[in-house]
């Protein structure tokens, strides 16, 4: 029996190498709906895994709370969004009283409807993520990692020291190679020391992911800016306890906020946890969108395939004539047009992802995403064109397994 399936698999290849042209153009379907399933998942698993890492760059075991809700947002904001009040200092110190759940609470503020500017000589950064935050900022943020010098300390803050750190990126548009530390440089036109600049986070999308932030001590800031009014509170759970936490505080801002029982929240609270899981649900219907594009170059490279083995069929009557009479079985025939068949899908798939890594590779080169061709979609991708040729195999080789011998040797 192992014998018998050899012989059919070499015949299948000796067929294919028989007739080159016609195979690559009968398995084009095949290569094109590969590939593209293929390309999904390599680009929606590093797609995934940088997202995930640039939300978690946040801090796992944190929620950030703003008046304004999170996630997608269609054009302006609604009417009820845009009067809701600002947060306030004092929300960050209820929280980190009255919430046991909370490790540490950390405040910053910003001015967003202004466009900062920072320069060093005749260097400068705009587009600018400026913010005034307390020393332990640090400490919340996960991704406030320092790579040169230090954070600024509570008496910076309680002195309204002129002390910045600055983002991997802005520091290198501004100084280039040379140490960032000890510069003097202007923040909106008002001059501070660099005491510091952050590492860069992970994640990122290849593009517009520049680590652009200018942090200076929060009393600061509104010595700068004494009418800023965007408070934000990112909140640091203890271990275990996130859940918790965001309970805690989602009762601590309802009374604050004068919110009645029968209302909805007037802000937000968001977690890491929520936000990947929101960005999963996404990354599912785009995934089955292109399973089903893919399915049909799929289909189309199946009905091709069926088609070719059709006119191969018919153009090797005499062929399967003569086997049958010199003892070949209806299965021995069956099997020898099915092992064709898969063998010319099979080889599709094969290049199929051939060209997918080569795709993926020009992507990992051209940008700073993840990209990789993960192991279940090279499976799932060769059993996908090995099933493709099995199924539309089946009838041209039930069909020439039911030619009459006598008949079929007469056939001219």
Not at 133 to 147: E, G, I, L, R, T
Not at 222 to 241: D, S, T
Not at 278 to 283: D, K, M, T, W
Not at 368 to 377: D, I, R
Request: aromatic letters at 8%; glycine letters at 8%; proline letters at 3%.
């Amino acid at each position: 029996m192992a014998q018998d399936y050899k012989e059919n698999v070499k015949l299948a290849y000796d067929t294919l190498r028989a007739h080159k042209l016609r195979s690559t153009l009968t398995v084009l379907g095949v290569v094109i709906g590969v590939s593209v399933l293929m390309l999904v998942g390599a680009l929606l698993a590093g797609f995934n895994q940088t997202v995930v890492d640039s939300i978690s760059s946040f801090g796992a075991d944190t929620a950030y709370v703003a008046r304004f809700d999170q996630g997608p947002n269609n054009g302006r904001r609604p009417r009820e969004e845009r009067m809701r009040k600002p947060f306030t200092l004092e929300d960050g110190e209820a929280i980190r009283q009255m919430c046991p759940a909370a490790d540490a609470v950390t405040v910053w503020i910003s001015q967003w409807e202004e466009n900062h500017l920072v320069r060093y000589k005749d260097s400068r950064v705009t587009g600018i993520d400026f913010r005034g935050a307390f020393p332990n900022y640090s400490y919340v943020y996960a991704n406030a990692v320092m790579k040169e010098g230090r954070f600024f300390t509570e008496a910076e803050n309680e002195h309204r020291e002129d002390v910045v750190v600055l983002g991997e990126d802005s520091a290198k548009a501004l100084f280039d190679t040379l140490p960032a530390s000890g510069k003097e440089i202007l923040v909106d036109g008002s001059t501070f020391i660099v005491i510091g600049v952050f590492e860069k986070p992970q994640g990122g999308f290849g593009m517009n992911d520049e680590d652009r932030r200018v942090v200076i001590p929060y009393n600061t800031f509104r010595k700068m800016y004494p009418a800023a009014y965007e408070n934000n509170i990112r909140i640091k759970a203890k271990q275990g306890q996130l859940d918790a936490l965001v309970d805690e505080a989602r009762e601590v801002l309802r009374r604050r906020r004068n919110v009645p029982n029968d209302k909805p929240d007037n802000f937000s609270i968001t977690t890491s946890q929520e936000q990947v899981e929101q960005f999963h649900q996404i990354v599912g219907m785009v995934a089955l969108a292109m399973i089903v594009l893919s399915s049909v170059g799929l289909m189309i490279g199946g009905v091709g395939v069926m088609n070719i083995m059709l006119v191969s069929v018919t153009e090797r009557t005499r062929e399967i004539g003569i086997r049958k009479a010199i003892g070949a079985r209806r299965r021995d025939i069956t099997w020898q047009f099915l092992f064709e068949a898969m063998a010319l899908t099979s080889a599709g798939g094969l290049a199929g992802i051939v060209l997918t890594w080569g795709i993926v590779f020009l992507i990992r080169a051209a940008t700073s995403m993840k990209a990789a061709v993960p192991m279940w979609a090279v499976v799932t991708g060769i059993a996908v064109s090995i099933s493709i040729g099995l199924i539309f195999g089946v009838w041209p080789a039930f069909k020439a397994s039911r030619l009459d011998p006598v008949e079929a040797l007469r056939y001219e």
